[in-house]
């Protein structure tokens, strides 16, 4: 079949994105779909005989971007983690996304997790095809920051199993010894919005979890 290539702007809210689907990597830190600038584009194929303004809405891709990191935002432990990284990120290359939030969906549903599974283990998507949870997503985001953080990816060279026993014993008690909050906890520090890819949905909205 004959077809053509159409060029359409990100639109937050699709409902399904191939691992394979474009990555935007020139987007300002904590960018939005609402924030595309002229060069952040989506190439999308389309029947030559199907009208652009026909294409269903669901076949309409999401702008995700890469080295997101998904997480638990009332978790008070959790948010100590999101800090460290923001204060010693200065080149900005991690963005966050709270788990609570619309923005993340579409990041689990090309992960193939679901809330329940985040809430166990972070997610952390680096790319297209590469996404990671709980010890190595930890370690993974390490490793984009300087010295001395990025000295502890080395720990990636633990078996697997090792690490994330360790994970999942402190992510389990997470809540007894650090607590939680009702609301995402970002909304208490607001200057760290700009990180945030769901900011906007942040500051207009509260959600219980």
């Known amino acids: 079949m004959t077809m053509m290539t159409t060029l359409r702007r990100g639109v937050a ?33 389309v029947p030559v005989s199907t009208p652009v303004n026909s294409v269903k809405s669901d076949t309409i891709p999401t702008l995700l971007q890469p080295r997101v990191v998904i997480y638990d935002g009332v978790c008070h432990l ?42 166990r283990r972070f997610l952390f998507i680096e790319g297209p095809e590469a996404y990671h949870q709980g010890s190595t997503a930890a370690l993974k985001v ?16 633990v078996p697997i199993p090792i690490r994330d ?7 389990k008690k997470r809540y007894d010894w650090f607590g939680k909050d009702t609301n995402c906890l970002v909304l208490k ?10 900011r906007d949905e942040m500051i207009h909205k509260k959600w219980s979890d």
């Open 78 to 119: 959790c948010h100590r983690g999101v800090k460290l990284v923001i204060n010693a990120d200065k080149d900005r290359k991690i963005k966050f996304c709270c788990l609570q939030s619309k923005a993340a969906e579409p990041y689990m549903r090309m992960c193939g997790v679901d809330r329940e599974d985040v809430l």
């Open 189 to 198: 520090e607001k200057e760290l919005l700009e990180r945030f890819i769901d």
């Open 142 to 157: 390490l490793s984009y920051l300087p010295l001395p953080y990025s000295a502890l990816s080395s720990l990636m060279v």
């Open 13 to 45: 809210g699709a409902s399904r994105l191939n691992a394979s689907r474009f990555f935007s990597s020139s987007l300002h830190s904590g960018g939005v779909a609402g924030d595309l600038a002229a060069d952040d584009l989506v190439l999308d194929d």
């Open 165 to 171: 026993a360790a994970y999942d014993y402190i992510a």
